[in-house]
């Protein structure tokens, strides 16, 4: 193991880089790595682009938030996660997203532990590009919920660079393994995330404000930026290059197309659980 390697790096790991799938696929795969990692394949590190643009809800949120009017205007698609929170609008450009999947047994049972053993190679990320980034010091009131950046922020898991935030990380369990999965911000497209959304009067001043994106503290083109992501990321699991199976992908445009695209699943209100 390296100097920059994380405790799990004597396990067997793939990193799967960037691609460019819908939201549907995006969060099946992540559904589809923990069973492989819990019926004892590799376990999973990979970054992943959203294509088109796409609104991810939270698990318990209210589709009664989403304008889904302009959202279908503007080719933006709507999903819905596993993990809890509000709303996150991942730009095609303007947002990296990176998924660490593993069995629950080799993890840590406290949950901050986890996520904060889990997010060491992404603040190692920014700083490969010269980016301080950390857990917010304390938290920070909400300024809109149903918006996973305006939300309050809290130690446990929301990251900040020059006092702003600039990525959001969530975990949830499934089949036995652990999948932790995030949003980078590169560029900030306040206007584009802000109209994602219905029943709010946050300006594009005020959200950006709150968030922050790479482009803005340092000089890297977003390839760049996902290569610094992806080479953490492989150093911190010692993960070597992979993809997946044939039989990963038939399984999870299934699932997609089952779950993550049904309305059944992405309009479904609160009390609908």
Known sequence: MTDDSGPLAD????????EARDGPMQMALDEIAAETAADGGPRTVRVYQWDPSTLSLGYGQDPETVDWEGC??????????????????????????????????????????????????????????GIDADYVPESVPEIWSP??????????????????????????????????????????????HLSAFAGHDVSPERFRERVVGVDELADVTRAEFVDAVESSL????????GSWTDDELSRARERATEKYESDDWVRRRPDDR
């Open 72 to 129: 279908a205007e503007r080719g933006v698609s709507v999903t819905r996660r596993q993990t809890g929170g509000g709303g996150i609008y991942h730009d095609v450009d303007g947002d990296v997203s990176y998924s660490i999947v593993a069995p629950k047994a080799e993890l840590p049972g406290d949950l901050l532990d986890a996520y904060h053993l889990l997010c060491e190679p992404i603040l190692d990320a920014f700083d490969r590009v």
């Open 234 to 241: 492989a150093t911190w699991a010692e993960a070597a290059e």
């Open 11 to 18: 396990k067997e790991w793939r990193l799967i880089r960037e």
């Open 147 to 192: 918006a996973c950046y305006l939300r309050e922020l809290h130690p446990a898991h929301d990251v900040v660079a020059a006092e702003r935030k600039i990525s959001g990380n969530a975990q949830y369990r499934r089949r036995d393994a652990v999948i932790q999965h995030g949003s980078l911000t590169y560029s900030v497209r306040a206007d584009d």
